[in-house]
């Protein structure tokens, strides 16, 4: 999962006409390094998303946009518009993943 450490970055890769998933994470975040260890997997099972990730400490600017109040968040955003978002207390285990996933393909 690549990094975006920049607005700029963040901007360019939500707009580039991809369905794309955002991982907003930090890396004091102990759900966020659980997440980390099951993730993997289901990087691979949904190859149709580009996946990325996003350290909220760094671009708190692009967090407070995208109303993500907990971490680990996933968002998936096509053509820079947020289509879907997987909040914190929804996001603990592979299975949760798994079924915001399928729910979006649905």
């Not at 907003?24 to 997997?41: L, N, Y």
Request: charged residues 25%; negative net charge; glycine residues 4%.
């Amino acid at each position: 999962m690549k990094s975006l450490k920049t607005t700029e970055q963040f901007n360019d890769t939500i707009h580039n006409g991809q369905p794309v998933i955002v991982k907003f994470q930090a890396g004091w975040c102990p759900d966020c390094t659980r997440m980390d260890m099951f993730i993997d997997p289901i990087i691979e099972q949904y190859g149709n998303y580009q996946w990325f990730d996003v350290n909220r400490d760094e671009l708190p600017e692009i967090a407070e946009q995208y109303e993500v109040m907990g971490i680990p968040s996933l968002l998936i955003f096509k053509d820079g518009v947020k289509q879907a978002h997987l909040h914190s207390a929804n996001a603990k285990t592979p299975a949760s993943v798994i079924h915001f996933l399928e729910e979006q393909e649905a």
